[in-house]
């Protein structure tokens, strides 16, 4: 990777850091009167579209085959369809705030997709201690809604419903980063999220959501903004970095994250801040930060090959000092 490719790589994941901290607080806004399934579809669809055509008509970026589409159907499924998805419908239960800080956990579900490959990342002791201590802030976050008085069924099946999204998020995101094709990053996403939105339009469809969609100025504004900043900017800059940088450096985005999404449902919408959430979020955050910085490179065949290579090539040159060695003997 060149130095100019590297910059950029690292500057979109800045607008991942930012973009994707705010869309919390747009998706609550948004479904104040728009349903969780369409918000999402009409989002994606919306956001695919102006892409392709942008990149067909103005880059006249190439299309994809017809393997490379259900490559991207797949992607798109798993981080768009389930991944967000279920992120939307989530925050019709819980705060925005809350929803972003569950999904720090996503760290934890890359370590263990990477442990279930041969060439993926090994889980070690600090890392096990790790995720140890980012239960502890899991079971800190969520203990209000398991034995306080905001304990309800619509809660609860938030909170699985966010553990079910990040684990489709992060094994999408695996499975991206080891059967990288050669369609352009920002060609894969527009597909990824015209295919994620057409499922997602067609399962609220199903579940009847057009007879309560009802547009406000607040909602539609939303519904912009995270079609213009959400997806088409974060997530086009998100398919760069994942193939451009290490997916354990990528995968800190959800560091960030929740802090802004947090101090933003604060600020705005007057969602509460107090102790205990501050303390899982450190807690939370900490416990993700040992699992990454405990996270062992994988070595991949063709560092395999150099070395072997090296090593033949050192014998060889032993083998001959040797040989010279003995004839002036």
């Known amino acids: 990777m060149t130095r100019r490719e590297r910059i950029i790589a690292y500057c979109a994941l800045g607008a991942v850091f ?7 607080l747009a998706i609550r806004v948004g479904l104040e009167t728009l ?45 768009l369809g389930v991944g967000n998805g279920l992120v939307v419908w989530s925050e ?29 990342e090994r889980i070690s002791p600090r890392a ?63 597909v990824q999220m015209l295919c994620a939105g057409v499922a997602l339009t067609l399962l609220g469809t199903t579940l009847g959501e057009w007879r309560v969609l009802h547009f406000s100025p607040r909602s539609l504004m939303a519904l912009c903004y995270l079609t213009l900043f959400g997806s088409i900017v974060a997530y086009g800059s998100y398919t760069y970095a994942v193939q451009k940088l290490p997916l354990s450096v990528v995968s800190t985005y959800s560091y960030v994250n929740p802090v802004i999404a947090v101090l933003l ?21 900490g416990g993700v930060a040992l699992v990454k910085t405990a996270a062992k490179r994988p070595v991949t065949s063709e560092q395999q090959a150099v070395s072997i290579e090296a090593n033949q090539r050192a014998e060889v040159l032993r083998g001959t000092t040797k040989a010279c060695s003995v004839a002036t003997n």
């Open 128 to 190: 096990l201690v790790g995720m140890l201590v980012g239960f502890v802030g899991l079971v800190l976050l969520v203990a209000p809604g398991l034995f306080g008085a905001t304990l309800s069924v619509g809660y609860v099946l938030g909170m699985v419903a966010i553990q079910i999204a990040c684990a489709s998020w992060s094994g999408g995101s695996v499975y991206a980063k080891h059967h990288q094709t050669k369609v352009a990053p920002l060609m894969g996403a527009a």
């Open 35 to 79: 349903p969780p399934t369409l918000l999402a579809g009409m989002r994606f669809i919306t956001a695919g579209t102006v892409l392709f055509i942008f990149l067909r008509g103005w880059r006249r970026e190439r299309l994809p085959t017809g393997r490379e589409w259900l490559h991207q159907a797949l992607v798109g499924l798993m981080l």
């Open 92 to 120: 019709v239960w819980i705060p925005s705030g809350m929803a972003a800080l569950m999904i720090a956990t996503s760290p934890f579900w890359v370590a263990g997709f990477e442990r279930l490959r041969s060439d993926g």
């Open 18 to 24: 930012f973009f994707w901290g705010t869309t919390y």
């Open 265 to 285: 449902g604060w600020i705005v919408l007057g969602e509460p801040l107090v102790w205990r959430v501050m303390t899982a979020m450190l807690i939370i955050l």
